[in-house]
């Protein structure tokens, strides 16, 4: 009884030191204060602040639109790498598991840096046109999809595959319509979309001077004198932690009616 109570009790403490911060950021983004910690009026200036002011528009838009675009890229990546890896030979994949730890383990400074060197410095891309930057949040992604795909191959029924060839599916259209479909679920992509709006240090590297992510638009606008921006940010953080939750839920709600279906049968 004892040891359940102090499990409880500090399962309490876990959660209340991650998700505190943030309904304080959510309470204080319906005031009108420009401090946390002082006492303000309700008002919904921060949220009208947030979607009028054309410079967080933009800066909200191109950032969802960098994370969609480098997750998808990096799913496509890092399924066609897990796939390939599980079927190569005992070599090949050690190198290639090996090879994908290295920008999941490496501080992101350094891969940012390292990143910024070669495509920019040795390969003398130009950062205006993102390439870079959209390379480099592939690079931070794909390895992350690589080791999601790789445990389900594991767990995936091989007859699948065989069966499909022997009705007749060549190996193509047996790995796009029977192996892929098992591999990708239709929330995996959230995982590395979260990985790009989070970013910062490869994103100050290899982002243009005049593109800013939400990441980096935070840090700067904290440094700067312009509280209306500064309160604004924090409507824009109760904004994003809400649609997380929303789709995290969801997401739930969806994968247990399903096993429920699948028990029923």
Known sequence: MIKRILHSSWLALVLLFIYLPVLMLAVYSFTDTA???????F???????LFTTPELRGMIGGTFLLAFGSALVATILGTIGAIGAFYCKKGPK???QFVNQIPVINADVVTGFSLCVLMIVVLGMDKETLLPLIAGHVVLEAPFVYLSVLPKLKQMDNSIYEAARDLGANARVALFKVVIPQLVPRYRIWLVVTLSLDDYFITTYTKPATFDTISTYVVNATKGSHTEIKTALWALSTVIFVIILTVVLAGNRITHRKAGADNEK
């Open 94 to 96: 050690q190198l290639i």
């Open 35 to 41: 401090t946390i910690g002082t006492k303000g009026n």
């Open 43 to 49: 008002s919904l200036q921060n949220y009208v602040t």
